[in-house]
């Protein structure tokens, strides 16, 4: 039985992290990993129809128009140049059409931009299921997260500086009440001596596999299924956080902090990049996020506080799946 367990957990262990990055010849957006890019997803497909459908009926009427008042067709043109029924329509129908579009945008843009209140996520689906409202309860819990709202958020500030990101954390202070922070650099800065600087400076030899100008040498380190808040600050000039799977993008705007949330039930590893121009290294301040289970974040936030940097790299290396959180846990 042992044997079966370890060789169960090895399995899990083994299983390629999911990794969500740009991919050569794809056409569309890379995999919603959180709600917000489920919905902004889900808009998109919408307005392509819309889109799609008012493309058709132009191209149709402009043909229709071409051919049926050819100057061969109407040899003596007519001169009025008002009709009020169409004048009426085709400013009443794209209005219309626009409004159908901006009920459906406005809901998007509040759930993006307004950070839950999570006591209130709580309570809601409390009383939704003491009311006995299961149905309503289980479309509730589509946008909302129950159990993670119980847990409160996890906390982390990112700073864009000229070329790299600074993440803290300050929810995990060490014994001098100091916080957890540091330094992410992307490994690739264009230049020959790369693999060279990035071997010598961390010790590891896996240059070779990791993606070009998306990965760097200490990643930001998040749980899964937790409520993510985070605020953004610039030490220079403007940055902008954006992780494209996780539909967010926040300026980094030097003398202002930006909020804003997500949270990633699928653990795996999630890159994006700076996306704001912010000078001559703005291709090489890559962002690359590591989503692991509770119990493997819980190890790596300790081996942090105690500053061992490197240990703590390490110990998320291989991301964990969800299914070994308990392995995880005994180990601990
Ligand atoms: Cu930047």
Request: proline share 5%; glycine share 6%.
């Amino acid at each position: 039985m042992r044997h079966l367990l370890a060789a169960l957990s090895a399995m899990l262990f083994a299983a390629p992290a999911l990794a969500a990055l740009p991919e050569d010849g794809a056409i569309n957006f890379q995999p919603a990993a959180t709600r917000i890019a489920e919905r902004v997803h889900e808009f998109h497909n919408v307005l392509l129809w819309i889109i799609a459908l008012i493309t058709v009926l132009v191209t149709v009427l402009l043909i229709w128009v071409m051919v049926r008042y050819s100057r061969a067709a109407n040899k003596t043109p007519r001169k009025f140049s008002h009709n009020t029924t169409v004048e009426v329509i085709w400013t009443v129908v794209p209005a219309l059409i626009l409004v159908g579009i901006a009920s459906l945008s406005f809901p998007n843009l509040f759930y993006q931009n307004v950070t839950p209140n999570l006591g209130e996520i709580a309570a809601t689906s409390k009383s939704l299921l003491a009311n006995g409202k299961t149905a309503q309860h289980l479309a509730y819990t589509k946008n909302y997260f129950p159990d993670a709202a119980e847990k409160g958020f996890v906390n982390v500030k990112i700073q864009g500086n000229q070329w790299n990101w600074t993440y803290t954390y300050p929810d995990l202070v060490d014994e001098t009440g100091a916080a957890v922070e540091f330094v992410s650099n992307g490994i690739h800065k264009g230049r020959p001596t790369d693999k060279e600087n990035y071997e010598s400076l961390t010790g590891r030899t896996d240059f070779d596999t990791q993606p070009t100008n998306l990965a760097v040498d200490y990643p930001m380190v998040i749980p899964a299924g937790r409520y993510i808040r985070y605020y953004t600050a610039a030490a220079d000039v403007i940055h902008s956080f954006t992780i494209p799977a996780f539909a967010v993008k926040t300026d980094a705007v030097p003398g202002r902090l930006n909020e804003g949330w997500f949270l990633v039930e699928e653990p795996g590893i999630y890159y994006g990049q700076c996306s704001e121009l912010c000078g001559i290294d703005h291709a090489y301040m890559p962002i690359e996020v590591r989503v692991v289970p509770q119990a493997q974040y819980d190890r790596w936030a300790e081996l942090m506080k105690a500053g061992d940097f490197d240990g703590a790299a390490a110990s998320i290396t291989t991301i964990a799946a969800l299914e070994s959180e308990t392995q995880l846990a005994s180990t601990n």
